[in-house]
């Protein structure tokens, strides 16, 4: 990823933008920020721009309000930045630089010195793109070893033992499954002429059953310290396999997003594997944690956990299709189709009695 470097020095540039700091537009930030010299690649996601130079990466959030947060006001995101950096420290150390302020000047926008600040930038250190667990898996010509897992495994049986430490409010994650299980039935139906021939309400309805015949099972894992403030969205693209292990872009978005089961956690990370066609490493992720010191869940749990997690980000992907103008539509409803197989999949293993 490159070595550490300051902050990015201030440049002036000249901007449409009146001397209101409220009246610059996101659009004349990106344009801003995609011009400063260095930077190679803009990536736009749901939530974010991320601007990259050959050794730094800059995210600068969206105004914008999804059901956990709004980021509509300089305050909030002021606030996101902060708790993002906070928060990411904890697995991803010095990656995480520091905050940036976007300044508006007579002259126009500028990154520092002085100004009103009319938006914020998280800055990172740039972690190498061919490195990541996605792209290790992908190529197939470097794949991941045993060893570099059993080392991202290690990480996170350390950060959950740290984590034990301060438990979370009780009954919070359990709440949380049943009430997106609830968005994600009512979303998936809303959005299903964009799944063909995909039975929909069935996997809903029995994923709805297995969480409620789970209640007791999921208390009694939280009541010994198994249910932890965790990363709240680890995929194989957050995990990088240099030496030690990076594991960045923890939810910052929402305390009730990171409360979450140890393997429900690590299970996500393994079934997104499975996905890109290593069960075999899903099989060293589970048994790595269990070796570990933690009690894994039943054989019904497991699955019950892997299917929501899927579910959600088929929900998740759909949910795109509802902006006014979604990036890339095509993709959304093949990446969809893709979660929902699997979980359809899933809910033949470890079905519980009923």
């Given amino acids: 990823m490159g070595n550490a470097q300051a902050p990015a020095r201030f440049v002036d540039v000249m901007t449409t933008a009146s001397t209101s700091p409220e009246a610059v537009s996101i659009d004349e930030k990106v344009v801003f920020l995609s011009t400063l010299p260095g930077v190679l690649q803009v990536i736009e996601t749901h939530m974010a721009y991320v601007f990259l130079t050959a050794d730094m990466a800059f995210k600068l959030k969206k105004p914008v309000s999804f059901g956990y947060f709004d980021h509509r006001t300089l305050a909030a995101r002021a606030m996101a930045c902060s708790e993002e950096l906070r928060l990411n420290r904890v697995l991803a150390g010095d990656v995480y630089l520091g905050t940036v302020p976007l300044m508006l000047r007579k002259t126009g926008l500028g990154l520092g010195g002085e100004g009103a600040v009319v938006d914020w930038l998280v800055q990172m250190r740039r972690l190498p793109a061919w490195r990541m667990l996605d792209a290790l898996i992908s190529a ?8 570099e897992l059993a080392a991202v495994v290690a990480g996170l049986a350390r ?7 301060d438990p979370p409010p009780r009954g919070l994650y359990l709440g949380h499954l049943l009430r997106e299980q609830a968005v994600n039935s009512e979303n998936l139906g809303q959005m299903a002429r964009f799944l063909p021939n995909i039975p929909l309400a069935p996997v809903t309805k029995d994923l709805e ?16 310290g198994l249910v932890v403030e965790g990363h709240g969205d680890l ?11 990076v594991i960045f872009d923890r939810v910052e978005t929402a305390l009730e997003l990171r409360v979450i089961d140890v393997f429900d956690e690590v299970g996500y990370l393994a079934a997104e ?9 899903s ?8 070796d570990a ?10 699955a019950t956990y ?25 993709k959304w409803p093949v990446r969809a189709r893709r979660y929902l197989t699997e979980a359809i999949r899933l809910s033949g293993h470890g079905l519980a009695r009923r």
């Fill in 209 to 224: 059953a297995r969480i409620a015949q789970m209640k007791p099972e999921v208390s009694a894992r939280e009541a010994v």
């Fill in 306 to 330: 892997a299917m929501f997690r899927l579910v959600t980000r088929a929900r998740l992907a759909l949910d795109h299709l509802r902006d006014p103008s979604p990036r890339d539509p095509e």
């Fill in 235 to 245: 995929r194989p693209e957050h995990v990088c396999l240099i030496v030690p292990p």
């Fill in 273 to 281: 594997c499975s996905l890109l066609g290593r069960p075999d490493i």
């Fill in 293 to 302: 010191g933690f009690e894994p869940p039943s054989a019904a749990l497991q």
């Fill in 159 to 165: 950060f959950y033992r740290q984590q034990q430490r």
């Fill in 283 to 290: 099989e060293w992720l589970i048994k790595g944690l269990t």
């Fill in 140 to 147: 197939k010509k470097a794949p991941p070893s045993r060893a």
